[in-house]
Nanobody
Framework: QVQLVESGGGLVQAGGSLRLSCAAS????????MAWYRQAPGKQRELVALISSGGSTVYADSVKGRFTISSDNAKNTVYLRMNSLKPEDTAVYYCNADIRVSQWVTTTKYYWGQGTQVTVAS
C-alpha cells in the first residue's frame, strides 16, 4: 500500500506565494519521479512540474520562473514553491509519483494524492 498526502493549499491574493508538500508513505522500494499536476474546473489535468530521483526537473511553460519543484529523497517528499501566483493558477493540485514497491518487482506504478485546492484571488 502506498499513500501520497498533500498539504499546503489555500487561498492567496494574486502575486502571493504558497508552498505545497507531498509525502509518500507505505511500501516503497524506490521512487523514479515525483510530480505536481493541476486541474482547473472544466479543464484537463495538466503537468505543472516534475523532478526525477536524480534531481532533473521539467516545468510547464506557464509556470517557468515562478514555480520551483524540489524533493527530499530521504523523506520521500516533494515540494512545490509557487511565487507570483496568478488567478489562472487556481486549480486542484495533485501529487503524482512513479514508485517501485519492492526489489522483487521490477515494474513501477503511478500513484496519485487526493489533491489540494489552490485559489488565487484577483
Amino acid at each position: 500500500q502506498v499513500q501520497l498526502v498533500e498539504s499546503g493549499g489555500g487561498l492567496v491574493q494574486a502575486g502571493g506565494s504558497l508552498r505545497l508538500s507531498c509525502a509518500a508513505s507505505g511500501t516503497i522500494f524506490s521512487i523514479n519521479t515525483m510530480a505536481w499536476y493541476r486541474q482547473a474546473p472544466g479543464k484537463q489535468r495538466e503537468l505543472v512540474a516534475l523532478i526525477s530521483s536524480g534531481g532533473s526537473t521539467v516545468y510547464a511553460d506557464s509556470v517557468k520562473g515562478r514555480f520551483t519543484i524540489s524533493s527530499d529523497n530521504a523523506k520521500n517528499t516533494v515540494y512545490l514553491r509557487m511565487n507570483s501566483l496568478k488567478p489562472e493558477d487556481t486549480a486542484v493540485y495533485y501529487c503524482n509519483a512513479d514508485i517501485r514497491v519492492s526489489q522483487w518487482v521490477t515494474t513501477t506504478k503511478y500513484y496519485w494524492g487526493q489533491g489540494t485546492q489552490v485559489t488565487v484571488a484577483s
